[in-house]
């Protein structure tokens, strides 16, 4: 009976043959594949912070989302990306309907300081979004090692 429950086996017990492998493929087998959307499974996307003198440049992948559904927020030294997306997919063929809805929404948050607020710049293209935060004062990092003659 244990080998009919729909749920992911460690692969131990590799005993029953076709008829378990059968079961086991067809409920393991991520159906839903091309609905889903990295915030329904891993609840982030993914995201690059640089630092250059001047400034930091963040890049963030979302895929499949409208610049209009993405709010970008900089507040108490954090920078936060919130996007949702709204999917329908709609497709007929032979004799076989289907129609399907994904539904997402994700918050990341990014501690970075030392950011002139009134000249970040954001800009979505292709599914990804670039911002720059521009520094506030450009400190020089000096070494602190002292040589020793």
Known sequence: MFGLIPFRTSGL???????DDFFNGFFNDDFFSPMSFGFANNQKFNADIRE???EYLVSAELPGVKKED???EYKDNALII???RNEVIN????NYIRRERSYGQI???FHVENVDRAQISAKFENGELHIILPKLNQTINESSK???Q
């Not at 017990?13 to 008829?19: I, L, T, V, W």
């Not at 497709?91 to 032979?94: I, T």
């Open 70 to 72: 993405i709010n970008l």
């Open 107 to 109: 918050s990341r948050s």
């Open 146 to 148: 002292i040589l020793i």
């Open 52 to 54: 250059t003198p001047n």
């Open 13 to 19: 017990d590799k005993k029953g043959g076709s008829f």
């Open 91 to 94: 497709e007929e063929k032979d």
């Open 82 to 84: 919130s996007a949702k």
